[in-house]
């Protein structure tokens, strides 16, 4: 049985050399890049809290640890399954955004 000694030099082992080569890259100095921020609309926050609140409304009347889970998976979870595979297909319909390029 490896003592605890032995596990934390292989754990130091593995760190090093994953982090080391990083580390030892050097000073590359990297563009000024803008990073894109997420944002979410107000929709979007709207069907995520409703994705949350649904099941939970629906496990608290149809309590599907006792009894009754049919009833729970058709007011619970299909709804929130079919609305999200519904945003999922026509999103695909939409024309993709179209980006500038940079010249390269």
Known sequence: MAGIQEILTLVAIILGVIFIPRMMAGGKA????????????????????LSIVTPLTAGLV???????????????????????AIYWIMSGFKKPEKTPRTGK
């Open 62 to 84: 149809f309590q599907p640890w006792k009894q009754n889970l049919t009833a729970f998976i058709l007011t619970g979870i299909l709804p929130v399954a079919a609305g999200w």
């Open 30 to 49: 990297e563009k000024n890049v803008k990073k894109k921020t997420f944002h979410l609309s107000g929709r979007m926050r709207l069907s995520i809290i």
